[in-house]
C-alpha cells in the first residue's frame, strides 16, 4: 500500500523567509504533483514532476524529485502573505493515475 | 470551458436518506474519480472510473455507489447516508498516459455534505 507523508504539517513563518516543505513516498514512482488548496475552495495544480532530478519553478515556489529517495521538497522563497493556504503532494502509480495525497501542509505566512 | 462541475454544491441530509452527486467534464477525459476530503486528512479516493461503462472501488468505497453511462458524467451515489460520510466531495478527470495525459488532475470544486 503506498504511503505519502508530508512535513511539517503546519507551518507558520514570517515573510521574506525562506523554508522547505518534504513530501516522502513509501512505492516507487516517476509521477508526482503539487496542488495547492484555499479555504473551502477546490485544488490548484502548481507542479507536475514527471522524472527523476525534475525541477520546477514558479514565483517564489520551486519544486524537485528525487525517485530514488522517493522525496520530493516544495521550497518557499522570501514568503509572501499570499501564499498562505494548504500544499499537497499526491502520487500516482496506479494504471488508471489514481493520486495517493500526503496529508496536507497548512502554510501561513505571517506579517 | 466549465473543466470538471459538480452538483450540488451544499447538501444537508439525514441519517439513512439516500442522494447522488453528480459530475460532469466537458474535457472529453476517459479517468475520472471520486475522492473525499476530511478535515487534517488529505484527499482519499472512493471510486473510479477509466472509461464509460466501466468503475472500480479505491481506497474508501464501503457505503457508495458510483456509475458512468456516459463519458462525460460519473455519479456517486449514496444509499444509507450516515454522520461519518459527512465530508467534502471532489471530483477529478484526466486522460490517460501520454499525450495530453501529462496533465495532472482536474477537479471539480467539491460537494459540501452533511449527514445528521
Known amino acids: 500500500e503506498l504511503k505519502v507523508e508530508q512535513n511539517p504539517l503546519f507551518l507558520s513563518m514570517q515573510e521574506g523567509k525562506n523554508y522547505t516543505i518534504y513530501c516522502n513516498y513509501s512505492?516507487?514512482?516517476?509521477?508526482l504533483y503539487w496542488y495547492r488548496q484555499d479555504p473551502g475552495k477546490s485544488l490548484e495544480s502548481l507542479f507536475v514532476?514527471?522524472?527523476?532530478?525534475a525541477v520546477k519553478q514558479e514565483g517564489r515556489l520551486m519544486a524537485s524529485l528525487d525517485t530514488k529517495a522517493r522525496l520530493s521538497t516544495l521550497h518557499i522563497t522570501a514568503a509572501v502573505h499570499d501564499l498562505s493556504a494548504t500544499y499537497f503532494c499526491a502520487v500516482d502509480i496506479g494504471s488508471a493515475r489514481q493520486l495517493t495525497f500526503g496529508s496536507g501542509t497548512q502554510l501561513t505566512v505571517l506579517p | 470551458n466549465a473543466g470538471v462541475t459538480q452538483t450540488p454544491k451544499f447538501r444537508v441530509l439525514k441519517t439513512g436518506q439516500s442522494m447522488t452527486l453528480l459530475c460532469a467534464q466537458d474535457?472529453?477525459?476517459?479517468?475520472m474519480y471520486w475522492y473525499r476530503q476530511d478535515p487534517g486528512m488529505g484527499l482519499r479516493l472512493i471510486h473510479y472510473s477509466v472509461g464509460e461503462g466501466t468503475t472500480a472501488k479505491g481506497e474508501v468505497p464501503d457505503g457508495y455507489n458510483v456509475s458512468r453511462l456516459k463519458k462525460q458524467n460519473f455519479l456517486l451515489g449514496l444509499e444509507s447516508a450516515a454522520p461519518s460520510q459527512t465530508s467534502v466531495y471532489f471530483c477529478a478527470s484526466r486522460s490517460p498516459l501520454g499525450g495530453r495525459g501529462n496533465q495532472p488532475q482536474h477537479f471539480g470544486d467539491g460537494t459540501r455534505l452533511s449527514i445528521l
Open positions: 474535457m472529453n477525459h476517459e479517468y
Open positions: 514532476l514527471l522524472s527523476n532530478g
Open positions: 512505492t516507487t514512482s516517476d509521477r
